[in-house]
């Protein structure tokens, strides 16, 4: 099964990185298409964590474990090591402590899989250069006064912070447009340049 | 009329007009008040059927004033089951699907023993004599007419405000025998707010002279006028501010202007008044004592050492929490802190939180997101479950 949705073209990616049977966190989780797809074809323990009523309620009525809460608020309540994976999935962003946020996640699972949009892409660079104005495109549809995305990062701003709170990268990809892994031997400033997306598998 | 149906209630609870099971003295409740109930009897009503392998039970548990009477007409006022909006053929709790049990509670007066209840030592209605009985004693008496059905597991276990409250006493208490739990409306605990509010109605009760010591029922009294006055009160409780507002306003009762007096200009006054006298047909008044007490003893953390998560640890049931946004009796921050509980319990548990102004008594009513929940909730858990449509 292949996601068509180009803002959540991660999706996939993730899922290949979850091991079958495993228990799943899924902070944000959105309308629960990562869920579904994680139920579905890795017949995973999937737990979900959403912050709107109208994404939980349509989750809850597909049959998927979703609690309506907040990130920056509700992680304080899971237990240690209660999960095998913790994903957080284009939701780094829009977190008002992305910081706090990615120490829950790294304390409440095993791993922790973290995908976010890379404000370092060229076309955002260019916007910005250029236009002299915040970008909007089409990954980052919003205006800067009413975007619920407030902590946007570049790949080697991501690195940057898990070097500083002792997070392992265990591997990392960076995407294009369509999902596709791009250049996948190529050094960070190449990922920051081209890559649309980030998907960060990182311990602790 | 309303004599026959005061009578026909007193009948109802000796007599119901329900399948009753009693328990003899080989079978004693053992109440959380350190005492025992013995003889005592559930009467209970039952819709769908039970499958081969008995698999496919939900028992549904009713809130303070409800009874067994979810989904046929109430037998005292001819009016239709409490929840008829969610139980049926096809509908949200599906009774082609599933059998469905609905048990009236011990303390209740629609046919288990309560108050209203003849005291086999004496002959006569137990009155106050009647031990205090608490939710745990309530789910206790479940346990057993469900024993007495035959059935090990129940698939789940539903209900709203302090059928809620059962929910989560049986979902803690006896994990292994519930695969699904969906408490409504409800919390692991009774507020300060929500036990003043029942200290109010009881006051009220207590205050009506035909009250009589709560021996009424010997001396021939109905303290209606008290138990009606506990009514209007609590109703407030379970509309919201807005909700009453939007249904009535400021509009006259039959009338074009104020008269300067006590008669009941407001339609919220005429709207009350007619809730109040409506119920004190149908319902106990030391009954209400008993089941408002036990709600206010109602602590699911207290009883496992202040920790509401311990209530809850390596629990294998599923849950469904839902909460009203305009519901104050019991608000939304009453159910997430049963959710983070069962977070940290490493439960499997899903919460949502329904947007209605319709206040408390919205899990009553006809709210299509809240019907959609639980029924999607219930057909993803009854495949897994292998409990076939």
């Given at each position: ?13 993730i ?17 629960g ?41 509700d ?5 240690d ?13 829009a ?110 | ?73 109430h ?22 699907r ?34 205090v009985?608490?939710?745990?004693d ?46 409504i ?97 149908r319902f ?55 959710v ?42 009854a ?7």
């Amino acid at each position: 099964m292949s996601v068509n949705n180009t803002q959540r073209v991660d999706l996939q990616v993730i899922a290949d990185l979850i091991r079958p049977g495993a228990r799943v966190l899924d902070v944000g989780s959105g309308d629960g298409a990562l869920l579904e797809l994680l139920e579905g074809h890795r017949k995973v323990d999937g737990r979900g964590l959403e912050i709107s009523q109208r994404g939980v309620n349509e989750c809850v009525a597909r049959g998927l474990s979703v609690v309506q809460g907040d990130a920056d608020r509700d992680l304080v309540f899971y237990p240690d090591r209660g999960f095998d994976y913790v994903v957080l999935s284009q939701t780094l962003q829009a977190t008002h402590n992305p910081r706090a946020v990615l120490e829950e996640l790294l304390r409440i699972g095993d791993r922790a899989i973290v995908s976010f949009p890379n404000f370092g892409h060229w076309r955002v660079r260019l916007s910005l250069l250029f236009k002299g104005r915040m970008p909007v495109t089409k990954d980052l549809p919003y205006s800067w006064y009413d975007t619920p995305n407030i902590h946007f990062c570049t790949i080697r701003d991501f690195v940057a912070l898990c070097e500083e709170i002792g997070a392992t990268v265990e591997s990392a990809a960076a995407l294009d447009a369509n999902g596709q892994k791009i250049g996948l031997s190529m050094p960070w400033w190449f990922w920051n340049f081209f890559g649309q997306q980030a998907v960060f598998l990182l311990k602790r | 009329m309303t004599r026959s149906r005061v009578a026909k209630a007193r009948d109802e609870a000796n007599e119901p007009s329900s399948q009753v099971v009693r328990f003899g003295p080989d079978k004693p409740l053992k109440l959380a008040a350190g005492l025992t109930l013995s003889p005592f009897q559930v009467a209970y009503q039952t819709y769908g059927s039970l499958n081969g392998d008995r698999s496919n039970a939900i028992l549904i548990c009713h809130a303070l004033t409800g009874d067994q009477h979810v989904a046929n007409p109430h037998p005292v006022t001819g009016k239709p089951g409490w929840w008829e909006a969610l139980v049926g053929p096809g509908q949200v709790i599906d009774t082609d699907r599933f059998f469905v049990i609905c048990a009236n509670v011990i303390g209740s007066c629609l046919g288990s023993t309560g108050p209203a209840s003849l005291n086999p030592e004496t002959g006569e209605p137990y009155g106050l004599d009647l031990p205090v009985i608490t939710v745990k004693d309530m789910v206790r008496a479940q346990v057993m007419l469900v024993d007495h059905l035959g059935i090990g597991r129940l698939f789940c276990v539903i209900g709203g405000s302090m059928g809620g409250m059962q929910v989560l006493e049986w979902a803690a208490s006896f994990p292994e025998r519930v695969l699904t739990a969906v408490p409504i409306a409800t919390g692991a605990r009774h507020t300060a707010q929500n036990i003043a509010f029942h200290e109010v109605g009881r006051q009220a009760v207590m205050a009506d002279p035909d009250w009589n010591g709560g021996a009424y029922l010997k001396s021939g009294k109905h303290p209606g006028k008290g138990l009606a006055v506990a009514r209007m009160a609590a109703h407030i409780t379970y509309l919201s501010e807005p909700a009453l507002h939007r249904k009535f306003g400021r509009n006259l009762q039959d009338r074009d202007q104020l008269t300067f007096g006590f008669d009941a200009d407001f339609q919220i006054e005429s709207y009350l008044r007619h809730q109040g006298i409506t119920f004190v047909d149908r319902f106990d008044a030391n009954s209400y004592l008993y089941l408002t007490r036990a709600m206010d003893y109602f602590d699911l953390a207290a009883e496992h050492d202040g920790h509401l998560t311990r209530a809850f640890t390596g629990t294998k049931t599923r849950f469904c929490v839902v909460s009203f946004t305009s519901d104050w009796l019991f608000p939304t921050e009453e159910s997430r802190m049963v959710v983070h509980a069962l977070n940290a319990a490493g439960a499997s548990v899903s919460f949502v939180e329904i947007d209605t102004d319709r206040g408390h008594d919205a899990f009553l009513l006809d709210e299509p997101e809240f019907h959609a929940a639980v029924e999607g909730f219930l057909k993803s858990a009854a495949r897994n479950a292998g409990i076939s449509s």
